[in-house]
T-cell receptor, first 109, second 114 residues
Framework: GQNIDQPTEMTATEGAIVQINCTYQ??????LFWYQQHAGEAPTFLSY??LDGLEEKGRFSSFLSRSKGYSYLLLKELQMKDSASYLC??????????WGAGTKLIIKP | GAVVSQHPSRVICKSGTSVKIECRSL??????MFWYRQFPKKSLMLMAT?????????EQGVEKDKFLINHASLTLSTLTVTSAHPEDSSFYIC??????????FGPGTRLTVL
């Protein structure tokens, strides 16, 4: 079956770094997405990885290892506004997104 | 990036009434649109996939007679919740996929059924 696993909740300190991991098993693979979702709002796109390696975009970076079925989202210089849920999603062979349950990130001062 | 809009953003209705939610891709043509439902503290649940000009494909467990989806044009899809009940109260989100396979999300519609 298809499965996306990510931690339910993480806590980090303002100004620090946090890594949110995601492992996946899907039928086919056409890329992995990370989305940020604040409470009561729709998800917003953060990153897309289809090749192995690290993609850096400002304070956020995303890493993919296709052989390991593994990705992580790295957030640096954490700000209070980064408190949100972070959703990992894989695009399968039919180009449909398979969603993880999301990781709730709590930032403490 | 591309913009997807949803209307209305919030709706409150009485039990037994029907509610229509519109999803529009504003600056690109979307051959495929997706409708999701989000339960509190849970991931997005795909309800159905709609392709322009054809019937929607519903996920297992989603009642097609209750959640009517129409994808009449390359920029508009509608979701109608028929005979809504309190258990249908939720956050409904649509997304539209471009020809380049990118997926863009609408802002969501919060439905409250009294």
């Amino acid at each position: 079956g298809q499965n996306i696993d990510q931690p339910t909740e993480m806590t980090a300190t303002e100004g620090a770094i946090v890594q949110i991991n995601c492992t996946y098993q899907t039928s086919g693979f056409n890329g992995l997405f990370w989305y940020q979702q604040h409470a009561g709002e729709a998800p917003t796109f953060l990153s897309y990885n289809v090749l192995d390696g690290l993609e850096e975009k400002g304070r956020f970076s995303s890493f993919l290892s296709r052989s390991k079925g593994y990705s992580y989202l790295l957030l640096k210089e954490l700000q209070m506004k980064d408190s949100a849920s972070y959703l990992c999603a894989c695009m399968d062979s039919n180009y449909q997104l398979i969603w993880g349950a999301g990781t709730k990130l709590i930032i403490k001062p | 990036g591309a913009v997807v809009s949803q209307h209305p953003s919030r709706v409150i209705c009485k039990s037994g009434t029907s509610v229509k939610i519109e999803c529009r891709s504003l600056d690109f043509q979307a051959t495929t649109m997706f409708w999701y439902r989000q339960f509190p503290k849970k991931s997005l649940m795909l309800m159905a996939t709609s392709n322009e000009g054809s019937k929607a494909t519903y996920e297992q467990g989603v009642e097609k007679d209750k959640f009517l989806i129409n994808h009449a044009s390359l920029t508009l899809s509608t979701l109608t919740v028929t005979s809504a009940h309190p258990e249908d109260s939720s956050f409904y989100i649509c997304s539209a996929r471009s020809a380049e396979r990118e997926q863009f999300f609408g802002p969501g519609t919060r439905l409250t059924v009294l």
